[in-house]
């Protein structure tokens, strides 16, 4: 999967079409030349949707369109003929997109397939001088033309929902863990650091539950800066987690440890505060790499730290704890 180039996030500006034109005229033939009027209205203009797809997951197909336009309702015709309406334009977005109306500042949130939503309204058509006869005015002159249709400048933004996120830096074993829950095979695991470019997603089945989770690119000093080729951008497919799995890499330094889940949390800090709100699960991984005394001096400066998430010390390599990792996942999401 590729995600880094899609985009997920746009912004248009909207206009609807405008209502065609009343017209005046007179009927006319071979025997009548001087019949009432018969100028029609004009058509509506066509006003813009936008609907929910399930097929598409991004804003790729509007890519490059700053500005789309409604059709124009048609003006009025002669024997009283009203003109055509504009076509309504729907325009497709993926399932949970957030609409920011940007100067009502009114948000939606569309979680639904094949939703419509309304969004500029097409402009009223104009009158015909047909509508104007009356006792006292035989031959009207008067019409009216087609209002513009409105105009509006919109916010769209795909937003992830995910059971799970995997975050930690470099190296630490976060593909190695999505590879052991989602017993997905193919999942690119190497001893060097940026071995993932990209989140993957993935599925864990615990009992009857299914969970997503997704794994990311690791997090450093510094990612939260635009100029990084790696930045936190992906920090998007985490923010909605119910659960997120902190990975620290065990067989370091301890003093490194802790400055690494400091690390972490200010890059997230950068990114969207609220990220910290969600339950975290601290996963020290490579337990096989050290040995028990230097996992009780970790969990007293743990609670010496008043650190009080939960915290697990475990072994993709030798699959030591994952058994337990994944009964505390599942508990969290039954009472959750
Ligand atoms: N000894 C040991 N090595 C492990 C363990 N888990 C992962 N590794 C190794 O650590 C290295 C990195 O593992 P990955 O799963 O690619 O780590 P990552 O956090 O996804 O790395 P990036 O995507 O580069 O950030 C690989 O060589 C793994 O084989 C473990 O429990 N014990
Ligand atoms: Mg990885």
Do not use: W
């Amino acid at each position: 999967m590729n995600n880094n180039n899609n985009i997920y996030k746009i912004k248009i500006k909207l206009i609807s079409g405008k209502g065609g034109d009343g017209i005046i005229s007179f009927y006319r033939n071979k025997y009548i030349n001087k019949g009432g009027p018969d100028g029609g209205n004009g058509g509506k203009g066509a006003n813009i949707y936008l609907e929910t797809n399930s097929n598409i997951d991004s804003f790729n197909h509007l890519k490059n369109k700053k500005v789309i336009k409604s059709e124009n309702g048609k003006n009025g015709k002669k024997n009283n003929c009203t003109g055509k309406n504009g076509k309504n334009l729907y325009i497709k977005i993926p399932i949970n997109t957030k609409i920011t109306i940007l100067k009502k500042k009114k948000k939606y949130l569309i979680k639904k397939n094949n939703i419509k939503i309304l969004i500029t309204k097409g402009g009223k058509p104009g009158i015909g001088n047909n509508k104007f006869k009356s006792s006292i005015n035989r031959t009207p002159l008067q019409y009216t033309k087609g209002k513009k249709g409105e105009k509006l400048n919109i916010k769209l933004e795909k937003i992830f929902f995910y059971d799970i996120g995997l975050i930690g830096s470099p190296n630490c074993g976060k593909s190695s863990i999505f590879k052991k829950l989602t017993s997905i095979k193919k999942i690119k695991i190497k001893n060097y650091p940026f071995t993932t470019l990209d989140i993957q997603i993935g599925i864990i089945r615990i009992k009857k539950k299914k969970l997503s989770i997704v794994d990311t690119p690791a997090i450093v000093k510094g990612s939260h800066k635009k100029k990084n080729k790696l930045s936190i951008k992906f920090l998007k497919y985490i923010k909605n987690c119910k659960l997120i799995l902190h990975i620290l890499e065990i067989n370091k330094k301890i003093k490194y440890i802790f400055k690494n889940i400091d690390i972490i949390k200010k890059e997230i800090f950068k990114y969207d505060k609220n990220i910290y709100k969600i339950k975290q699960f601290l996963i020290l991984n490579k337990k096989d790499l050290i040995n028990i005394k230097i996992i009780k001096n970790i969990k007293n400066i743990f609670i010496k730290k008043k650190i009080r998430n939960k915290i697990f010390f475990i072994s993709t390599k030798k699959n030591l704890g994952i058994n337990k990792l994944n009964n505390k996942i599942y508990k969290y999401f039954n009472n959750n």
